[in-house]
């Protein structure tokens, strides 16, 4: 009988373990934007899936998956959301991540013209310079905004747009050396 008290909350916690270690295994693989073709206009669109929707119904069995945010919202809120279908299909490819890295392959930064080798999206993440010649991050670009983006910015490396941003949040603290060595000469 004392075997039964000391299995019972064993298996207990061995469950709660399991159940928390697939939820949150779940979570992050359908967690982050991804671009789509919208089924209704044909186009590339971005959206979220509710990552935490889906991580909750995979521990009862089947994944349910649900948009949290597409571009075309709020105004096309109702929609059926048959873009989902592409995820299936093909989940890697339409991660935002993964279109960034593409994006950014074989460009050069339109500061020190350095090709982009290997983009860090977690770390020392590439920049852009919009039309105005401001460098934004990727996180100041709106969701609906993101593919317009890609045809509009320029690609900017994590050093030149940290040089850039000081430039011009400190611009008294900046000593232009090219502009002085002019004038001597």
């Known amino acids: 009988m004392t075997i039964v008290y000391v299995l019972i909350p064993v298996l207990l916690v061995a469950g709660i373990y399991f159940g928390i270690r697939y939820f949150v295994r779940t979570r992050q693989k359908v967690s982050g934007e991804r671009v789509i073709i919208c ?11 509710d990552a935490g929707h889906a991580a909750a119904t995979s521990l009862f069995g089947h994944t349910d998956l649900r948009l949290e ?4 919202w709020p105004i096309k809120q109702d929609c059926g959301q048959e873009c989902l279908l592409q995820l299936d299909v093909a989940p890697e490819e339409c991660l935002v991540r993964s279109v960034l890295e593409k994006w950014y392959r074989g460009k050069s930064c339109a500061f020190c013209a350095q090709p982009f080798p290997e983009i860090h999206i977690v770390d020392h993440q590439p920049a852009l310079m919009n039309p ?6 990727w ?8 593919m317009d983006a890609m045809t509009t910015y320029l690609p900017v490396c994590w050093n030149c747009h940290i040089a850039q941003s000081f430039r011009r949040e400190h611009p008294d603290m900046v000593v232009d050396r090219t502009s002085q060595s002019a004038v001597i000469h």
């Open 139 to 146: 996180g100041q670009v709106p969701i609906s905004a993101a």
């Open 69 to 72: 945010n597409c571009w075309r």
């Open 39 to 49: 089924p209704e206009t044909g186009k590339q669109a971005m959206v979220e899936v």
């Open 132 to 137: 105005e010649g401001v460098t934004v991050e």
